[in-house]
Structures are given as structure tokens and as C-alpha cells.
């Protein structure tokens, strides 16, 4: 009985010791808070993820299946952009129907245009379809400031993840290491795909698609397509008869047989192009996310090279 009340005595003191040493080791300062980043898109949410790693949580508003010019927000995430440390936006004025009035109510200082954690991943981009003199919105177009698509270049999601690996080694200086290490890694991994999708697109070169919305001049400028024409006659404009009929014959002339459609478009008036043309109605997805499988950035580019090389080789 003795010995035993000895070892109890002995297990509480080391219990003891144990919870002392717990309490008095010290932490690392603000090691333990994962930074909290929203984007805009699924996109820049993916590229986010692959230089954050277990340092960040990532969230994106808008959906890979959404347009991304007209996102239906849910009043849900005014909560979490209160408590973003950082919010990446594509900017170019992609979001301006949808954003302001989210980053307003979030009363986040953080991220108000202009705040510490204000990332507007444009800046790092290679930007195509600026508009020479007056930047304008005139008759509704949504690409006042250049194509807002930008994302859709490998090139470009390079240098975006690297803007962003670099604010993230602002933000957490003793992480910097950790940052840098996941941005070299991603660099690797994506030079080596970009790679295999070139040689991939190397055969079907100069070929000529239409598209509904201009949301591929980054793509087709890396992979060598050539866009030839729209369904929409400006951005953001539904088609019109007369537009139509002119695409039409353009499509005859050009012999262009893929039409290629984003998925949150109508495709009552592409079909009856297709129709006219005896082409291909093609639903492409611009977006992380916008197909079940297309869960990170490389598989985006999986998915829509393989399904362009289906429908440029059956209409060849
Ligand atoms: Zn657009």
C-alpha cells in the first residue's frame, strides 16, 4: 500500500512538472494563426494555395462556375472578409459590379483599396487588350482597363503566385523561407506541365476558333490559337441578330468550326451558329472549379487543352 501511495505521489509530481514546463515554454510569436486570405476568384484562390501551404486558410467569393464579372454574393462572406487578413482581387475593374460594396460593409480596414492587405494580382500580370486613349465603359464594356482573363497564362499565373508568395513573406517574415521554398517548388512543377500542354498544342498552331465572351486572348497568345471573332458583339453585350448573321459568314469565310463557350452562357445563339457553320459548340471552363475535376490550377489547363484537342480534331 505504502509503494503504491509512493507512486501516485511520484506520477502527481511529475503531472505537475510536466504542466509547469508547458506553461513556461515559450511560443513563437503569432506562429500559431494560419493567415487568413479571401480572393475574389477560384483562380487566384488556387494560385494562393499552392505558395500558402499549411501557413494560409484560402477562400475564393466566387465560384469557378460563375461569371466572374457578375457574382451573386452571399451576404456569408461579409463575415469572413471581416476577418481576412488579405484579399486578392484580379482586378481591372472584373469585379467592380460585386466587390466595392462587399469590401465596404466588411468595415475591415485590412483590406480596403489601398490597406496593407489590399493584393490586386494585375499588377503582376502581363496584361493584354489595354485600351489606347480614353478608358471608357462605353455601351456596357466590362473590359475598360485591358482583358481581366489574364490568369488563363501559365506565364501569368507564374507571376502572380510569386507577387504572392512575396506578400506573404511580408506579412510573416519568419515564414519567408517556407514561402519562397513552395513558390520554387510550384515554378518547377508548373514549368515542367507547361511544357508537356505546349507540345501537346504545338499541332493544332494558328488554328481559328470564335469564342463567346473574350475571355481567352492570354490562353490563345500561349498556346497559339487564333481567336477570330465573339459571340458577344462587345464584353459583357448579349449577341444580336445583326452581329450574328456577321459572325456567321466570317466563320464561313475563315472555315472556323469551334465555337468555344464559357459555362455560365446561354447556348441558344451558339447553337444556332454551330448550326449555320456546321461547327462545334464547345463549353469550356476559364475557372478553377468550374467542373467538378478542375481542382487546382494545372488540372484547369488538363482539362481545357484536352477538350480543345477533341473538338479541333473532329472538325478538322
Ligand atoms: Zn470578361
Redesign the pocket.
Known amino acids: 500500500m505504502h509503494a503504491h501511495r509512493l507512486t501516485t505521489r511520484v506520477a502527481a509530481l511529475v503531472a505537475a512538472f510536466v504542466l509547469l514546463f508547458a506553461l513556461s515554454t515559450p511560443r513563437p510569436a503569432r506562429a500559431a494563426g494560419k493567415i487568413q486570405i479571401m480572393t475574389a476568384t477560384s483562380d487566384l484562390a488556387a494560385l494562393a494555395q499552392e505558395v500558402g501551404g499549411d501557413k494560409v486558410d484560402v477562400e475564393s467569393i466566387a465560384r469557378g462556375y460563375q461569371d466572374?464579372?457578375f457574382v451573386d454574393a452571399k451576404p456569408s462572406f461579409l463575415l469572413k472578409l471581416k476577418r481576412a487578413d488579405l484579399l486578392i482581387v484580379v482586378g481591372l475593374e472584373?469585379e467592380i459590379g460585386w466587390l466595392p460594396p462587399l469590401i465596404t460593409q466588411s468595415t475591415n480596414p485590412k483590406i480596403q483599396v489601398g490597406g496593407p492587405g489590399y493584393f490586386d494580382a494585375s499588377r503582376f500580370a502581363h496584361i493584354l487588350e489595354i485600351p489606347s486613349g480614353q478608358v471608357t465603359r462605353a455601351e456596357g464594356d466590362?473590359?475598360p482597363l485591358g482583358?481581366?482573363?489574364y490568369w488563363l497564362d501559365p506565364e501569368n499565373g507564374l507571376r502572380i503566385a510569386k507577387g504572392i508568395a512575396d506578400k506573404l513573406s511580408e506579412m510573416r517574415p519568419a515564414d519567408s523561407a517556407y514561402f519562397a521554398q513552395r513558390y520554387a517548388d510550384f515554378e518547377k512543377r508548373l514549368k515542367d506541365a507547361d511544357q508537356k500542354w505546349l507540345a501537346e498544342m504545338a499541332s493544332y498552331k494558328d488554328r481559328k476558333i470564335v469564342t463567346y465572351?473574350?475571355?481567352w486572348p492570354n490562353f490563345a497568345d500561349h498556346f497559339h490559337l487564333n481567336v477570330v471573332g465573339y459571340v458577344e458583339p462587345r464584353?459583357?453585350i448579349p449577341p444580336s441578330p445583326q452581329h450574328t448573321v456577321e459572325l456567321i459568314q466570317q466563320m464561313k469565310r475563315d472555315n472556323v468550326k469551334v465555337i468555344v463557350v464559357e459555362p455560365y452562357f446561354d447556348l441558344k445563339t451558339p447553337t444556332a451558329i454551330a448550326r449555320e457553320t456546321s461547327g462545334q459548340v464547345l463549353v469550356l471552363p476559364p475557372s478553377v472549379g468550374g467542373e467538378k475535376e478542375i481542382t487546382d490550377y494545372f488540372k484547369l489547363f488538363d482539362y481545357d487543352i484536352n477538350k480543345l484537342k477533341q473538338a479541333l480534331d473532329s472538325t478538322k
Do not use: Y
Open positions: 466572374p464579372h472584373l466590362v473590359h482583358n481581366p482573363h465572351h473574350r475571355s464584353p459583357g
